[in-house]
T-cell receptor, first 112, second 116 residues
């Protein structure tokens, strides 16, 4: 079945550092890919998405490019802020079934 | 515009007791989802509704879990009886179910259940 794999473990970094969170997927066909963010005490919020190969999703300084050849959708931000501290989830949806398959999530902690 | 509203935010019960969670989706969203999120894991789909019809409930443990969306708007998820392993966060989400935004799901803050 469809699945998403995120890199293991929390990510701790200093303010203004570069952030990368790896995400790879396994799916039949041509899924849509998403990054969701969960701030403490809040629900998941859509951060960005890409619906076809080579699409780049971007929002709030975050970017991710849909790479079909490597089945990846890595999240990047050039200069993180303390307010970016949250849990980040990579997810996919195969068009037609509306079921989101999530990765395990990565806790990001940004230290001032 | 109001987002997805869930209640209660927290619930503590003893095992073997019943419990119910309520969800009010974004106005006009035809599709409603219930997800289970265990600690340190991503959400997993329990059930999906298109209007009042449950179209994907293959992951719902039907021996103790039930859900309804009688008028195609609000939904209730019930567990009876609850077990220790049911301790988790229960998330509700909704989407338009149509067009280009079909796959974009909007989540509520969740209900954190603790079974003692």
């Amino acid at each position: 079945g469809d699945s998403v794999t995120q890199m293991e473990g929390p990510v701790t970094l200093s303010e203004e550092a570069f952030l990368t969170i790896n995400c790879t997927y396994t799916a039949t066909g041509y899924p849509s890919l998403f990054w969701y963010v969960q701030y403490p005490g809040e629900g998941l919020q859509l951060l960005l998405k890409a619906t076809k190969a080579d699409d780049k999703g971007s929002n709030k300084g975050f970017e991710a490019t849909y790479r079909k050849e490597t089945t990846s959708f890595h999240l990047e931000k050039g200069s993180v802020q303390v307010s970016d501290s949250a849990v980040y989830f990579c997810a996919l949806s195969n068009y037609g079934n509306n079921r989101l398959a999530f990765g395990k999530g990565n806790q990001v902690v940004v230290i001032p | 515009e109001a987002g997805v509203v869930q209640s209660p935010r927290y619930k503590i019960i003893e095992k073997k007791q019943p419990v119910a969670f309520w969800c009010n989706p974004i106005s006009g969203h035809n599709t409603l989802y219930w997800y289970l999120q265990n600690l340190g894991q991503g959400p997993e789909l329990l059930i999906r509704y298109e209007n009042e019809e449950a179209v994907d409930d293959s992951q719902l443990p039907k021996d103790r879990f039930s859900a309804e969306r009688l008028k195609g708007v609000d939904s209730t998820l019930k567990i009876q009886p609850a077990e220790l392993g049911d301790s988790a966060v229960y998330l509700c989400a909704s989407s338009t179910g149509q067009g280009a935004a079909k796959n974009i799901q909007y989540f509520g803050a969740g209900t954190r259940l603790s079974v003692l």
